[in-house]
């Protein structure tokens, strides 16, 4: 017990309270309106996963990383499921538990990946750390993520996918990959970019591309929250109009 205490990183998990502290603070200020629909959601979701997190920071990550296959495995499964579920917002990425519950595979699917992508890291490497820049080992790592991504491409869920493409680049970089595949890397991207925006990406993924770039374009659609957020913040400043006094939450937009 005490040398699992010794090995938790405090300064984290502190963080990680501190900021679910100030979430939970914001979401009650701006549901009110609402019923405090969102905030008592995520109450919810608070109460079933701190004890979930006590429980895994207790559990040796050599026995995780053991069994990383089978979740693995069972992440795939569950990403293959979700496609068969009805589309929420024009996508399959949830199960619908209840009215208000629904569960996205694909976020455990991101925990998961990094853990068994360590743990078959450390096996390909045993014997040399350069033995990752092995075309087959290479190929291997990449297959393995690959897979949840391509899965997750499916649903569509594009920026789940970013996110896969950065935590795995970032640990190949991490792991001593030979820099012929990163330059190489960033050249086909470099390249692929432009290709992917015109010729490959649906027209509500590139809309939010040229929405984040430009807001005003459609400034009652889909560059609606991010010029509210943009007001907000220049109203607020840096402490916020106080609890429960949000012009933007409350609709009392005083327009000049």
Not at 9 to 26: K, Q, R
Not at 166 to 193: E, P, R, T
Request: hydrophobic letters at 55%.
């Amino acid at each position: 017990m005490n040398k699992r205490l010794k090995n938790v990183e405090w300064g984290i998990l502190i963080c990680s309270i501190v900021l679910l502290c100030i979430g939970l603070v914001a979401l009650f200020s701006a549901t009110q309106e609402q019923g405090y629909e969102e905030f008592n959601k995520q109450i919810l979701w608070a109460v079933i996963s701190i004890p979930i997190m006590l429980i895994i920071i207790f559990v040796d990550y050599n026995l995780i990383a053991k069994i990383s296959p089978v979740l693995y495995g069972l992440v795939i499964i569950a990403l293959i499921a979700v496609l068969f579920t009805e589309p929420i917002n024009g996508a399959s990425s949830w199960f619908k538990i209840t009215e208000t519950i629904t569960i996205q595979p694909s976020e455990f699917a991101k925990v998961i990946l990094i853990i068994f992508l360590s743990y078959i890291m450390v096996k390909l490497q045993k014997n040399d750390r350069k033995e990752i820049n092995k075309i087959w080992k290479l190929g291997l790592i990449l297959l393995i993520a690959g897979v949840p991504m391509a899965l997750i491409i499916l649903q569509p869920d594009f920026g789940t996918v970013m996110a896969f493409i950065v935590a795995v680049a970032f640990m190949l970089f991490a792991s001593g990959i030979d820099k012929k595949y990163i330059i190489a890397v960033v050249l086909i991207i470099a390249i692929s970019l432009p290709l992917l925006y015109f010729f490959i990406l649906p027209e509500h993924a590139k809309t939010r591309i040229d929405v984040f770039l430009n807001p005003e374009l459609d400034p009652r659609g889909a560059g609606y929250n991010l010029l509210q957020s943009k007001i907000a913040i220049g109203s607020g400043e840096l402490f916020g109009m106080g609890i429960l006094m949000g012009n933007q939450t409350q609709l009392r937009i005083l327009i000049s």
